[in-house]
């Protein structure tokens, strides 16, 4: 299931909290850090490459 929907500006998207999982935030140190499932789903795809690399490869529907 998708997580977010994309905004009417076509450009920008939102998560209604209700698909967002579980998440945490805590302070370490001097910064806020978030913990949990969108958390973890962001970092996978950002293993992935640069965005723009993925656009340039993966055709749009």
């Given amino acids: 299931m998708r997580m977010t929907i994309k905004n ?3 450009k920008t ?23 949990g499932d969108l958390v973890n789903l962001l ?8 965005i723009e690399e993925l656009e340039r490869k993966i055709p749009r529907r």
């Fill in 13 to 35: 998207y939102r998560l209604p909290a209700a698909r967002a999982g579980e998440n945490r935030m805590e302070q370490q140190q001097e910064t806020i850090v978030f913990y």
């Fill in 43 to 50: 970092g996978r795809y950002e293993d992935l490459g640069p």
């Fill in 8 to 10: 009417p500006n076509g």
